[in-house]
């Protein structure tokens, strides 16, 4: 995207949000909170274990893996082959295993099945389905009697409907659809029912296809783990194979750069923190998730402009270990950066590093100092907080007290516009798949399929947050969204009342999206501004004091 340039003596108010892509090389590349690196487990004690007969023929996209050896674990790199019916065949690394027969060196290929395959094979189905029967009915069951060349069961008449309609249902092909009625099934507990869908499904989706395809890749990464850690009570860890930290950060500043959400973001609180700030001479910014800290960038070159003079300006960089890796090092790399820039413009500048998670914070680790105006900056990042319902420390309304007891000018909040907070699996399951398919139509406006890198940055960027919501539970799902009217609420109830964004900042974000689809639209709706693609919200943004 090429960005306005401003020249200096048109003031601040004209320098808030853009930075000319040569200052961007320069300093650093952008901040992008949408992804985490933790693992994701239920851990029980051991169930049942059953195993299938895997053929030689693989789908995996991101690396499933479980504590039992009931099923094989392989990594899963962010190279990608595939076969020419254009479906996903990553290249797998064969992990050691405990001692098992299944498990021998020479049967890698032939081991049971991990739980990020399927099969295509029909009767090497029939033979899973039969074993799973007889590990949930006992030897004796014969639910399963046979099956026809059309795949028909033998049963019930009830049965058999709702058999032949899923047969007509899979006949017409609607991915979608199809996705939903996987998740139905898996909700249900209908194991028989979710395991052929699929082996639908995996004929079906493709990393490399239209924006659904790709899409349903990782949300059926995301039932096949579901199902392997919740049905089996299996230990269950799921992660993807990281690249290196440059090429990470290369995939960042890829989807950063195509997709106007997290520009929309940073700017639109970057003009809520200038608006508070423009009379102050000595302002504190409190970053709870600083990243690579270029929100900053464009604030302090903004503030350099200012007629009278730049204030002092001190950052509080709030990070852990998650976006180290990106960086490439710790929070000091980022206080040296945002230093070079702001002597580079002559601003008073001081960085403070609090390498820390949010749930660890507390009030001495702030650093607040009187005689300073102090802003707190929120993006993409509350929704990562525990709440009541995971936890009773509750450190999402925690946090919120805390920073209202520090009395700031203005808090700003940047939150992915969903519901997936406390939502029961089927619902959130429904919710995820809009909200992502939205997503995934965007990027396929702006990134060319044939990008080389296109796969990678969906998979390191996106899938690790679609396979974290459908597969995960308790506090192992670490990414809960909530929509901007219960943040309202949270925000209430610590005491802060709205501080309504500036027409300014509104003009500011309309010339931004000038650059990008016309399917993007912005509204501005009770104080708040929101982006979208098409009819669906994806970006809401506000104030608080």
């Excluded at 290196?244 to 997290?262: G, K, Q, R, T």
């Excluded at 690579?292 to 509080?316: D, E, K, M, N, V």
């Excluded at 007891?405 to 619902?427: C, G, M, R, W």
Aim: net charge negative; with cysteine; hydrophobic share 35%.
């Amino acid at each position: 995207m090429q960005a306005s340039q401003q020249h200096r003596s048109s003031g601040m108010s004209n320098r808030l949000y853009y930075l000319p892509p040569q200052e961007a090389e320069a300093h650093c590349l952008p901040q992008f909170q949408s992804f985490d690196h933790q693992l994701c487990y239920n851990d029980g004690s051991q169930g049942t274990n059953f195993s299938f007969q895997g053929s030689s023929e693989r789908y995996c996209t991101l690396e499933s893996s479980s504590a039992t050896g009931s099923y094989a674990i392989y990594n899963s790199p962010s190279t990608v082959s595939f076969s020419p019916n254009g479906s996903p065949n990553s290249q797998q690394d064969s992990q050691s295993y405990p001692s098992d027969p299944h498990h021998s060196p020479d049967n890698t290929y032939g081991s049971p099945m991990s739980a990020s395959c399927i099969t295509d094979d029909v009767s090497d189905l029939k033979h899973k389905l039969r074993e799973l029967e007889t590990v949930m009915l006992g030897p004796d069951s014969d639910i399963i009697n046979s099956y026809d060349s059309t795949f028909t069961p033998n049963k019930s008449s009830l049965e058999m409907d709702s058999w032949r309609d899923t047969m007509e249902m899979i006949s017409g092909g609607d991915l979608k659809q199809i996705l939903v009625a996987c998740a139905k099934s898996v909700s249900d507990n209908d194991l028989l029912m979710a395991q052929w869908l699929m082996d639908e499904l995996r004929q079906m989706v493709s990393v490399s296809g239209e924006p659904i395809q790709r899409l349903g890749a990782y949300m059926l990464e995301g039932l096949v783990a579901r199902l392997a850690s919740s049905g089996s009570s299996i230990y269950k860890a799921l992660r993807c194979k990281e690249p290196a930290s440059a090429d990470l950060l290369s995939y960042m500043h890829i989807l950063y750069e195509v997709c106007p959400y997290f520009k929309f973001g940073y700017m639109s609180a970057n003009g809520a923190i200038a608006e508070a700030m423009k009379d102050e001479n000595r302002v504190h910014i409190i970053d709870f998730q600083i990243g690579q800290g270029s929100q900053w960038i464009t604030l302090i070159q903004a503030f350099s402009a200012r007629p009278g003079g730049p204030p002092h300006i001190r950052i509080t960089g709030i990070d852990d270990s998650t976006s180290a890796y990106a960086r490439g090092g710790g929070l000091n790399i980022v206080g040296q950066r945002l230093s070079r820039l702001a002597e580079s413009v002559k601003v008073p500048f001081e960085f403070h590093a609090a390498d820390m998670s949010g749930c660890e914070v507390q009030l001495e680790n702030l650093g607040v100092r009187p005689g300073e105006a102090l802003a707190v900056n929120f993006a993409f990042m509350l929704h990562h907080m525990p709440d009541e319902s995971v936890s009773t420390q509750n450190h999402r309304d925690r946090l919120l007290r805390l920073v209202k007891s520090l009395s700031p000018k203005v808090v700003t909040l940047v939150e992915q516009e969903s519901n997936t907070n406390t939502a029961a699996f089927f619902p959130r399951f429904l919710e995820t798949l809009n909200y992502y398919t939205a997503m995934f139509e965007s990027i396929d406006v702006t990134l060319p399929r044939e990008h080389k890198k296109r796969i990678s940055v969906e998979q390191h960027c996106l899938a690790r947050d679609v396979v974290n919501i459908i597969a995960c539970e308790g506090v192992e799902r670490v990414e809960r969204h909530e929509l901007l009217g219960k943040w309202r609420l949270r925000f209430a109830m610590a005491g802060f009342t709205p501080y309504p964004l500036s027409s300014l900042v509104n003009a500011t974000i309309k010339r931004l999206l000038e650059n990008y689809s016309d399917k993007y639209r912005l509204e501005e709706r009770e104080g708040a501004l929101y982006l979208g693609w098409m009819d669906r919200d994806l970006v809401a943004s506000c104030a608080w004091k």
